[in-house]
């Protein structure tokens, strides 16, 4: 009942009254109101001695019921504290409380790994759909914050080279009535209600220490903790939506309405409602927030869902949010991912966050796809993000770690399902098959779905292959989803925000395809690891671009539209780097051959007559292991259709 920052109480600018009501243990009989006199600004409070932990609350708004002014009071509900450490009950019905907990922990040694942007590897993963289906974690365990600190999890993160796992939303969210009453819940957890509370479904033991204990055992093991967090809207819904907790505070202050139909919420995120993260109360409540999981959950960065929401003002002032982000001595150390857009006409602002913020990069996802789709006229585009979307970030002072490259997400296909359906197929979503993306720039070849086709689930295999090594060896931070490591599948849903089922958990039972990509990832990840070459922090000048011919490209090579063959030249000589005492970093010359024709290509190897070229990665081969590996320079390389070759000429 005490925020981190001191605010007791709390915050309504609108309300008459305010009353705090204590429960029962089991939440159902109030047994005690208490008014709340003392009232400092707008933030309503009183001092509780007797409060002990486990008790539960919950707040009574006294103001206008007039929704055509935007207020929306009703004494009658009783209303969740905004800054719960903890809810109780069944939020989603309205029976939800909060209660008082002991946050006492012994964090011992504990240390955040602080990996540099540039050798981060993020792993966007479901904390129940991880583990619920993982033989070797405890089965009471399964899908738990405890299963995902297990020795088996963590195991599979640390050979994956893994050094930031981004969990979808954990903050306490509702179940929209709709999906309820179609047997489904809100997997994802989209639908925010207590921004300082866990979501307790992921929890083994009902206790904020299941969350630290998680925190400090990925911590030992190397491993950040990301948070995707969902600031821009709640789960309270539109007009129609309950009242669960903002709503009933103050629905004029907490939330952006219709200038013209105060009735109504100016939805910028399309569920319904959009907070207004430009109210002090507000802003105080979101910095509060972060503050909190930053100082005493100790998680190591935010995934900021919709941000463009969190940056509207009104007129043209600045952004407050980012304001006080930048100023804040905690919060601007920490990692922080923009998704920089909403759903609004003028939303889309990639490369507009200042530093230190990195955003996630659709467009390295968008160009990639149809570039191994085989569109024509990608090659140029494809040689920007491979160098790390300079165009798109470097003008705001910042290097390639500010792009998230990533292929697939946890909205859309799999990687598997991008490469086996043309179409989405959410007909289980009880949308009509509207939901979900509907240009995915996904390829089939062929067969829509799952096939018996050797020649087909080949080509399946090798364009998996095609889109992790493309990803892994790109300038920037790259972003694997978890599963797509092991050919995980949807069925094709591109749109499994409610399946908390089968279709949405992680399968560990792995045919021979799902093992040996998995070690094709392992081997990748090591590479990437080995040679700071790809892991640049600063934009570089002097990578070259050959045509199969093996010499620099033409300005009218770029523009041929159905030129799909390039190399990427990285000398490890020239590298824009420092180590940790000044001295210039340096790494074998790399070289990445590239081609999405659909026949082979003769690609001309360059250097001198005693010098040569040791291939270390072909997609072409099923386990990604070229059957040559040594390759004198001036020779050609034998560069299949739809492949992707690594090469490394050693420096003396």
Known sequence: MRARSGRPGTASEHAERVELCLFDPKGRREIERIELTERSGFVWHCYLPEARPGLLYGYRVHGPQAPERGHRFNPNRVLLDPYARLLAGQVSAGMGRSRVVDPAFSWGGDRPPRTPWQDTLIYELHVKGFTQRHPGVPEQLRGTYAGLASAAAIEHLKRLGVTAVELLPVHAFVDERRLLQHGLRNYWGYSSIGYFAPEMRYSSTGTLGEFKTMVKTLHSAGIEVILDVVYNHTGEGDHHGPTLSFRGIDNLAYYRL?????RHYADTTGTGNSLNASHPAVLALIMDSLRYWAEEMHVDGFRFDLATTLTRENGSSPSAFLAAMAQDPVLSQVKLIAESWDLAPDGYRIGRFPPPWSEWNDTYRDTVRAYWKGDEGMLGELAHRLAGSSAIFEATGRGPSASINFVTAHDGFTLHDLVSYNEKHNEANHEGNRD??????????GVEGPTEDLQIKNLRERQKRNFLATL??????????????????????????????????????????ARTLREFVHRLARLRAAHPAFRRRRYSRNISWMSPAGAAMSEEQWKQPFARAVGMFLSGRELPERDERGRPVEDDDLLLLF??????????????????????????????????????????????????????????
């Open 472 to 513: 892994l060896f790109s300038h920037g931070v790259p972003m694997l989803v978890a599963g797509d490591e092991m050919g995980r599948t949807q069925r094709g849903n591109n749109n499994a925000y409610c399946h908390d089922s089968e279709l949405s958990w992680l399968d560990w039972e792995l045919d021979a395809d």
């Open 595 to 652: 081609n999405a024709h659909h026949d082979a290509v003769e690609f001309a190897l360059p250097g001198g007559q005693e010098e040569r070229w040791d291939a270390l990665v072909d997609t072409g081969f099923a386990d990604g292991m070229p059957q040559v590996r040594a390759h004198p320079a001036g020779a050609a390389y034998p560069l299949q259709g739809r492949s992707v070759v690594l090469l490394l000429k050693p420096n003396a």
């Open 436 to 445: 979900g993306a509907h240009d995915n720039r996904s390829w089939n070849f």
């Open 258 to 262: 219709d200038p013209h139909n105060l």
